[in-house]
């Protein structure tokens, strides 16, 4: 006896990263909306036909806001009769696609707002838990709960990192982890999404960059369909270096290194005598060397570190080595680097103890 | 459900297309409704790898696909391997790897709503307002047929007078051995008991299949157009009208055999649409076809299939009123006491063994019990009490201390010598059951007799 499953899509539906993704400049598969909704179409029923249980919402996230574009627990007007067609992809589809140009029509012509992909993302993890505890609504007749269907979250992205949506993402991520779904993430279109990539890490999804474009319906097929149950059994693409940075709270800005409040674990890209968060001070001394860390006189055993060529024109900060003498305290202001493999690891001193 | 026992991972009905010759298959799979069921019906595994191969173009190594196979999967997946093969879905799968092509057209258009096979029914407007029921009645319809059957199953050759299913269902019933008939009389057989405590979806299966090998047996029908029939209704909405027209007269035959067992409906002979009920829409769920929806039968019951208590002390609580289900558990169960909304008993040494004789094992009245048991039971862990549990298997074990063998017992030899050479002969043979030679006797097994006979007669006119 195998379990349903739920699938959860949250669909990007940036209008001007489609566009651009349907420009053939630069690019050798050009792939427009027009082009993959029929595709994801396709996948969806797939899902759907899997099992006779299997449930499914569609998220759409729209620039400055987000809508659910279809659910399983809600009835819609059956679509015409078809002998073709099983009926339930047909409804299924055709409200999807009429929510979607509903949506995008009554959107604003003028510039485009931030997507609401943080709006999709906790409107669906909402849905999923209600799902997974049927008792405490009005239904007093909960089913087993061994018999719920094992959800699942796809995100489908064409836009670029919101370094603003840090705090919230993490937060969906701790909430997927505790809801135990895996987040998986389609790339079509951009440079890698940092933050989906530590959310599919972090949850044990799987995020892929999609290189040929035209094959896209491929890769939907094979390595999100199958649910957690399968895929111990036939694995699934993952990647292999994920990019682990944070945003820092201040700025708002994806940070190399950044400085760790030791109460509330905010995260800063420069050393503040004052977390803005927890309101907590950090002593003067601490602060000083501190600032001397980021700008460090090196000792002369220590050779300066190389970064790496890849790192963001942003003036790197060096984190001091390791091995420094500890103060008599835990110093408010000690921070973690965040992703250490981009820094070359000083020379390790071994304590004059262990000679 | 016996089949399900042995090889949890696939249904009864993939055995079944199994034993189906490859152009019966191929034929079926050109039908868009067929694919999508047969989906369904296959393992997660399965499913997977037909998923992925589906929208490839060329034949893909095999070696590529196995490097997916995690060490956890590899039994799994030789296995999925072998029955697709076996349904002519991935043929010849060695070195190169391709679904077949008429299973692959048929399983893309039925995703993509595509194709001119028209397999998915044809829709029509209900032709007046008597007789279409709303999807509530259609349920409560579906429940009663299949009632009846159970009902008469379970009191037959008992005093109880029920009402008699139509005289094809009571064909079926003796054609698949759940009961016999004795001058006249329909009696249950022990299948028929053994039939009577599996799970609705699964008796409904186990049904379904009979009448498929009853079909199968009959010359004149199409088994593509049976299957067909069938994979067409998994697909279909529950109360939608779908027309007849488009029915061949093998199927037409069908449409009058299923409303007998609850799966569709139609007022009259006359219409020219029925109605499919969710017996029907659910037949490719892997779930009762009862758990997800709070159906009721007409005196308002709530027709719940929760609903018995069982105590440390052999005590039964069934918070019933529904004649089937006491008379299910009648099977095994002895009352004593019953109430407007429950039932009062206690398993005893002899109701159990009274269930024992009729062919029903121990292991079966546990699963009925578990999955009967009260939300309130469901707390427990074991949900059915240790001593009750190990109880009703010891008095199982009670009816296997004798264990009896035909043969024939050998006796009287005239001397020593000839006692000696003849059960070394029969020793050779390997039927030898017991021996005692200073009685100058042997018993030995039914097979062995015309051996030894022969053996003993050449040895007498030597």
């Given at each position: 006896?195998?379990?349903?499953?739920?699938?959860?899509?949250?669909?990007?539906l940036?209008?001007?990263?489609?566009?651009?993704?349907?420009?053939?400049?630069?690019?050798?598969?050009?792939?427009?909306?027009?082009?993959?909704?029929?595709q994801?179409?396709?996948?969806?029923?797939?899902?759907?036909?899997?099992?006779?249980?299997?449930?499914l919402?569609?998220?759409?996230?729209f620039?400055?806001?987000?809508?659910?574009?279809?659910?399983?627990?809600?009835?819609?007007?059956?679509?015409?009769?078809?002998?073709?067609?099983?009926?339930?992809?047909?409804?299924?589809?055709?409200v999807?696609?009429?929510?979607?140009?509903?949506?995008?029509?009554?959107?604003?012509?003028?510039?485009?707002?931030?997507?609401?992909?943080?709006?999709?993302?906790?409107?669906?993890?909402?849905?999923?838990?209600?799902?997974?505890?049927?008792?405490?609504?009005?239904?007093?007749?909960?089913?087993?709960?061994?018999?719920?269907?094992?959800?699942?979250?796809?995100?489908?992205?064409?836009?670029?990192?919101?370094?603003?949506?840090?705090?919230?993402?993490?937060?969906?991520?701790?909430?997927?982890?505790?809801?135990?779904?895996?987040?998986?993430v389609?790339?079509?279109?951009?440079?890698?999404?940092?933050f989906?990539?530590?959310?599919?890490?972090?949850?044990?999804?799987?995020?892929?960059?999609?290189?040929?474009?035209?094959?896209?319906?491929?890769?939907?097929?094979?390595?999100?369909?199958?649910?957690?149950?399968?895929?111990?059994?036939?694995?699934?693409?993952?990647?292999?270096?994920?990019?682990?940075?944070?945003?820092?709270?201040?700025?708002?800005?994806?940070?190399?290194i950044?400085?760790?409040?030791?109460?509330?674990?905010?995260?800063?890209?420069k050393?503040?005598?004052?977390?803005s968060?927890?309101?907590v001070?950090?002593?003067?001394k601490?602060?000083?060397?501190?600032?001397?860390?980021?700008?460090?006189?090196?000792?002369?055993?220590?050779?300066?570190?190389?970064?790496?060529?890849e790192?963001?024109?942003?003036?790197?900060?060096?984190?001091?080595?390791?091995?420094?003498?500890?103060?008599?305290?835990?110093?408010?202001?000690?921070?973690?680097?965040?992703?250490?493999?981009?820094?070359?690891?000083?020379?390790?001193?071994?304590?004059?103890?262990?000679? | 459900?016996?089949?399900?026992?042995?090889n949890?991972?696939?249904h009864?009905?993939?055995?079944?297309?199994?034993?189906?010759?490859p152009?019966t298959?191929?034929?079926?799979?050109?039908?868009?409704?067929?694919?999508?069921?047969i989906?369904?019906?296959?393992?997660?595994?399965?499913?997977?790898?037909?998923m992925?191969?589906?929208?490839?173009?060329g034949?893909?190594?095999?070696?590529?696909?196995?490097?997916?196979?995690?060490?956890?999967?590899?039994?799994?997946?030789?296995?999925?391997?072998?029955?697709?093969a076996?349904?002519?879905?991935?043929?010849?799968?060695?070195?190169?790897?391709?679904?077949?092509?008429?299973?692959?057209?048929?399983?893309?258009?039925?995703l993509?709503?595509?194709?001119?096979?028209?397999?998915?029914?044809?829709?029509?407007?209900?032709?007046?307002?008597?007789g279409?029921?709303?999807?509530?009645?259609?349920?409560?319809?579906?429940?009663?047929?299949?009632?009846?059957?159970?009902?008469?199953?379970?009191?037959?050759?008992?005093?109880?007078?029920s009402?008699?299913?139509?005289?094809?269902?009571?064909?079926?019933?003796?054609?698949?051995?759940?009961?016999?008939?004795?001058?006249?009389?329909?009696?249950?057989?022990?299948?028929?008991?053994?039939?009577?405590?599996?799970?609705?979806?699964?008796?409904?299966?186990?049904?379904i299949?009979?009448?498929?090998?009853?079909?199968?047996?009959?010359?004149?029908?199409?088994?593509?157009?049976?299957?067909?029939?069938?994979?067409?209704?998994?697909?279909?909405?529950?109360?939608?009208?779908?027309?007849?027209?488009?029915?061949?007269?093998?199927?037409?035959?069908?449409?009058?055999?299923?409303r007998?067992?609850?799966?569709?409906y139609?007022?009259?002979?006359?219409?020219?649409?029925?109605?499919?009920?969710?017996?029907?829409?659910?037949?490719?769920?892997?779930?009762?076809?009862?758990?997800?929806?709070?159906?009721?039968?007409?005196?308002?019951?709530?027709?719940?299939?929760?609903?018995?208590?069982?105590?440390?002390?052999?005590h039964?609580?069934?918070?019933?009123?529904?004649?089937?289900?006491?008379?299910?558990?009648?099977?095994?169960?002895?009352?004593?006491?019953?109430?407007?909304?429950?039932?009062?008993?206690?398993?005893?040494?002899?109701?159990?063994?009274?269930?024992?004789?009729?062919?029903?094992?121990?292991?079966?009245?546990?699963?009925?019990?578990?999955?009967?048991?009260?939300?309130?039971?469901?707390?427990?862990?074991?949900?059915i009490?240790?001593?009750?549990?190990?109880?009703?298997?010891?008095?199982e074990?009670?009816r296997?201390?004798?264990?009896?063998?035909?043969?024939?017992?050998?006796?009287?030899?005239?001397?020593?010598?000839?006692?000696?050479?003849?059960?070394?002969?029969?020793?050779?043979?390997?039927?030898?059951?017991?021996?005692?030679a200073?009685?100058?006797?042997?018993?030995?097994?039914?097979?062995?007799?015309?051996?030894?006979?022969?053996?003993?007669?050449?040895?007498?006119?030597?």
């Amino acid at each position: 006896m195998e379990n349903a499953s739920h699938l959860s899509v949250i669909l990007d539906l940036s209008p001007s990263q489609w566009y651009q993704s349907s420009q053939t400049s630069g690019d050798k598969h050009p792939l427009s909306l027009a082009h993959f909704l029929p595709q994801l179409f396709v996948f969806l029923n797939a899902h759907l036909a899997s099992q006779h249980e299997n449930t499914l919402t569609v998220f759409g996230a729209f620039p400055g806001k987000s809508s659910m574009l279809y659910s399983s627990n809600e009835t819609y007007i059956q679509a015409d009769a078809d002998s073709n067609t099983f009926q339930p992809f047909k409804t299924m589809n055709s409200v999807i696609a009429q929510r979607l140009n509903e949506e995008l029509e009554s959107l604003p012509e003028d510039a485009e707002a931030p997507i609401a992909l943080v709006g999709a993302l906790t409107k669906s993890l909402c849905t999923i838990n209600r799902r997974s505890h049927p008792s405490d609504t009005l239904n007093a007749t909960s089913p087993n709960p061994s018999k719920l269907p094992t959800p699942r979250l796809l995100v489908i992205s064409v836009s670029p990192d919101l370094s603003a949506s840090y705090i919230p993402i993490m937060n969906s991520i701790f909430c997927a982890q505790k809801l135990k779904l895996s987040i998986d993430v389609c790339k079509i279109f951009g440079p890698d999404n940092v933050f989906l990539q530590q959310a599919a890490h972090l949850t044990g999804g799987s995020y892929i960059s999609i290189d040929r474009r035209d094959s896209i319906l491929q890769y939907l097929m094979t390595t999100f369909l199958s649910p957690p149950a399968v895929r111990r059994l036939m694995a699934v693409p993952t990647e292999d270096r994920i990019d682990l940075r944070a945003a820092c709270f201040c700025h708002k800005q994806i940070v190399d290194i950044g400085f760790i409040c030791s109460i509330c674990l905010s995260i800063f890209c420069k050393p503040t005598p004052v977390c803005s968060t927890c309101r907590v001070k950090f002593p003067i001394k601490t602060l000083q060397r501190l600032k001397e860390a980021v700008n460090p006189v090196l000792p002369p055993n220590i050779p300066a570190p190389k970064l790496p060529a890849e790192a963001p024109p942003a003036t790197p900060r060096v984190m001091p080595p390791f091995s420094m003498p500890h103060p008599g305290f835990m110093p408010a202001g000690l921070f973690t680097p965040k992703k250490m493999s981009k820094i070359p690891k000083p020379a390790p001193r071994v304590p004059p103890g262990m000679k | 459900m016996s089949k399900k026992q042995e090889n949890p991972t696939t249904h009864a009905l993939i055995d079944f297309l199994h034993s189906q010759t490859p152009t019966t298959l191929q034929r079926l799979y050109t039908r868009p409704s067929a694919c999508l069921a047969i989906i369904r019906l296959l393992s997660p595994l399965e499913r997977q790898l037909v998923m992925s191969l589906l929208w490839l173009e060329g034949p893909v190594e095999t070696q590529s696909i196995t490097n997916w196979i995690t060490l956890e999967g590899r039994s799994a997946y030789e296995h999925a391997l072998k029955s697709l093969a076996k349904l002519q879905i991935l043929p010849n799968s060695k070195e190169q790897i391709l679904l077949q092509a008429s299973f692959k057209s048929g399983l893309r258009n039925g995703l993509t709503g595509s194709g001119q096979v028209a397999s998915f029914g044809a829709l029509v407007e209900p032709d007046n307002d008597m007789g279409t029921l709303p999807t509530e009645m259609l349920d409560n319809y579906a429940v009663e047929r299949w009632d009846t059957i159970l009902h008469f199953m379970v009191t037959s050759g008992t005093e109880q007078a029920s009402a008699r299913p139509s005289e094809g269902v009571l064909y079926l019933l003796e054609h698949s051995g759940l009961m016999s008939n004795e001058h006249g009389r329909r009696i249950i057989t022990s299948a028929g008991f053994q039939f009577l405590l599996q799970s609705p979806h699964a008796q409904l299966w186990e049904f379904i299949l009979s009448y498929l090998r009853m079909m199968a047996e009959r010359e004149d029908m199409d088994m593509v157009d049976i299957l067909g029939f069938f994979f067409m209704l998994s697909m279909t909405q529950p109360g939608q009208h779908y027309s007849t027209h488009t029915l061949s007269p093998t199927q037409l035959i069908m449409v009058s055999d299923l409303r007998d067992f609850g799966l569709v409906y139609f007022p009259s002979d006359t219409t020219t649409s029925f109605q499919p009920t969710r017996f029907a829409t659910t037949l490719t769920s892997y779930t009762s076809s009862f758990s997800d929806h709070d159906l009721t039968i007409e005196n308002g019951a709530d027709l719940s299939q929760e609903f018995v208590v069982l105590e440390t002390n052999y005590h039964v609580y069934a918070y019933t009123n529904n004649p089937l289900q006491i008379a299910v558990l009648n099977l095994f169960v002895s009352f004593k006491a019953r109430f407007p909304n429950m039932i009062m008993g206690s398993l005893t040494r002899d109701s159990v063994k009274k269930a024992l004789v009729n062919g029903i094992t121990a292991d079966q009245i546990l699963s009925y019990l578990v999955t009967h048991a009260h939300p309130q039971m469901r707390k427990n862990n074991p949900i059915i009490p240790v001593t009750v549990q190990d109880q009703i298997r010891l008095w199982e074990l009670e009816r296997h201390r004798v264990k009896g063998q035909d043969g024939y017992l050998y006796k009287e030899f005239a001397s020593m010598n000839d006692y000696e050479v003849v059960v070394q002969y029969a020793r050779e043979l390997g039927v030898v059951l017991w021996e005692n030679a200073s009685r100058r006797m042997f018993f030995a097994d039914a097979a062995g007799r015309v051996h030894i006979r022969s053996y003993i007669e050449r040895r007498t006119a030597l």
